[in-house]
């Protein structure tokens, strides 16, 4: 079969479900989408699923990619991006479920049906339901969390809102909208100012700590700002929480089975070329420390298990989410936030988390596919 031929039927008995695996995406976290892909190609059960690599090139192009994940491996050395020539589209009619590919010269071709679509982007135009909702309308399963849960989850401004109203602790904050900042830079920085020193000033709808600053004098302010705005127009500004930054994993249950959480991980930075657990130290350098499980009273590590269930049903999220706390030297929990598409190569805290909780790195993906394919389409 050549790569762009139709897949060949096959008897429904024996037939391996098919993933598309989709990543890349239009956000300032590309890169990482990538390398998440190249570590997800690596690993997943390949006697068991059929695998359909699609990657979005930064100006939005769907194209089918090969099924290699070293081109995909972001290094020091090598930032990956989607490249490729045949455009592949998953069909938009209810129920069809089809790739359709086009190569360039020749007349579209079916290239498979799909199961299930593992949706491996992180940041806007993929995390945040912007991606699902096209899902939802082929009526195709995924992997993850749906539109409302996505949207609002990618949103730190809207996901405080909602944790607030559930109960859950959240740290001083101030939200400054576009308008707010075009029409008034004073009154947005007066604001600032109230959350006393040092802040952090972070885009409200990016990931992977991408345009996150720590400010620690109010001259720093305004540039901080608009550099944050480079990536988001709406932006975030939190007072720092002096605190161990420890994370939770969690896994929907299976059928009407309650969500589950994994033991307890820390991150800590090492070396003073960080000053927080920033890009570089998440994804290039060795600097950041990932303990698992931490080094916690086995109350709090309870407590925290507990709160992040009640996090995750708090915000309506499925399939999979990591959920960050800062424990505070007097030993006050406050819920930092949660990441519906957590970083995911072997390396990362919630593979690790899991992996500590007795799921491999190969048995987690494979959960998640299960997960996804026991799930109905349509309102749930």
Known sequence: MTEHSPAPAADESTRKPVVAIVFGGRSSEHAVSCSTAASVLRAIDRDRFDVVPIGIAQDGRW??????PEPLQLTADHTPTVRGETTALLST??????????????APQRLTSVDVVLPLLHGPFGEDGTLQGLLELADTRYV????????????????????SAAGLPVGPHVVITDKEWRRDKAVCLEGVRSLGMPVFVKPARAGSSVGVVKVDRPEEFEQAIESARESDPKVL??????????????LEGHGADPARASQIGEIT??????????????????????SCPADLPGEVADEIRRLSVQAFDAAGCEGLARVDWFYEPGGRLMLNEINTMPGFTPSSMFPR???????????LITELIELALERRVGLR
């Open 63 to 68: 194209v089918l990619v090969a099924d290699d």
């Open 93 to 106: 009619d209810p129920g069809a479920r089809e790739v359709m590919v086009f190569p360039p010269g020749e």
């Open 144 to 163: 993850g969390s749906g539109v409302a849960a996505s949207a609002v989850m990618m949103d730190k401004a809207l996901m405080k809102v909602v944790f």
């Open 237 to 250: 500004v939190e007072a720092a929480i002096a605190g161990r930054e420890v994370e939770c994993g969690v």
């Open 269 to 290: 930075v090492t070396g003073d070329r960080h000053t927080f657990y920033d890009f570089e130290a998440k994804y290039l350098d060795s600097d950041a420390q990932l």
């Open 353 to 363: 988390v899991w992996a500590a909780s007795g799921l491999d790195y190969p048995a």
